[in-house]
């Protein structure tokens, strides 16, 4: 199994990361993709994954991190992209018009997304994608500003409507802990009729924990529950569900077995 999407650089799981990425694995998750939201978390992710094998990184700025920072820090971020093989992605990145809406933050929020798509072109990347409350300005920026590798929303919380055009740009969705909510209906749907070959796995650790530690400390020792959830929904054979998204990862980041 892959975590597709965790935060061991967080600092809820940075300093237990040893026993933390000790547990994954022994709970069959070998791949995991720690991702970058600011400068410090992207030069800590790297660090982790230089250290670790099975952990690779996304660097990148989230857009609820870009208060008071110039678009020139980016540099920064594109230097640490090319000091490690272990970087195969540029992330997360994105929209977020939860806590400051679209009239007050959208402007902003969207040049440095496209500044990032930019980059991740120009090293050849594809893109992690951070999406809340803006699927529609996401829409509008995926489908005019191209990403060459393409890219995953992770934790997707748009429509199965939606879900089916993003499918048709060439993006993949990824599914975590909130997939084990039982009032999830529209996650619970979109990971149903996600096409098999765009479906990754994720944890979001440290939040967003599955049932049953639901409110607790994610970790990505918990992807299996988020599997088996999956599985269930799709009534596929778990087996199948974990061989099916792994190639799907490989496939997306170029990361050889
Ligand atoms: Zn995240």
Redesign the pocket.
């Known amino acids: 199994m892959i975590d597709s999407?965790?935060?061991l650089n967080d600092e809820a799981l940075y300093d237990s990361r040893e026993e933390v990425i000790k547990r994954a694995k022994e709970a069959g998750v070998h791949t995991m993709l720690c991702?970058g939201?600011d400068l410090e978390s992207s030069r800590k992710a790297v660090e982790i994954a230089n250290t670790h094998e099975g952990v690779f990184v996304a660097v990148g700025y989230?857009p609820e991190n870009i208060e008071g920072v110039d678009l020139e820090i980016l540099k920064e971020i594109e230097k640490l992209a090319a000091s490690s093989p272990k970087v195969i992605a540029i992330g997360?990145i994105g929209l977020d018009y939860h806590w400051r809406k679209k009239e007050e933050a959208g402007d902003r929020q969207k040049a440095f997304l496209i500044a990032q798509i930019e980059m991740a072109n120009r090293l050849n990347l594809p893109i992690s994608i951070?999406c809340r409350d803006a699927i529609g300005d996401m829409y509008e920026v995926l489908s005019t500003h191209t990403v060459e590798r393409r890219g995953v929303l992770?934790?997707y919380s748009g429509s199965p409507e939606m879900l089916e055009r993003f499918a048709k740009l060439g993006f993949y969705f990824g599914f975590g802990g909130v997939t084990t909510f039982k009032n999830a209906k529209t996650t619970k749907e979109c990971a149903t009729i996600c096409p098999i070959d765009r479906l990754l796995l994720e944890t979001?650790a440290p939040?967003l924990a599955p049932v049953p530690f639901r409110g607790q400390t994610n970790e990505p020792a918990y992807v299996p529950y988020v599997l088996k959830t999956i599985a269930e929904l799709r009534g596929m054979d778990e087996k199948e569900l974990e061989r099916q998204t792994d190639e799907n990862f490989r496939r997306l980041f170029h990361v050889e077995p």
């Open positions: 999407h965790t935060h991702v939201y989230q997360e951070h992770h934790c979001d939040y």
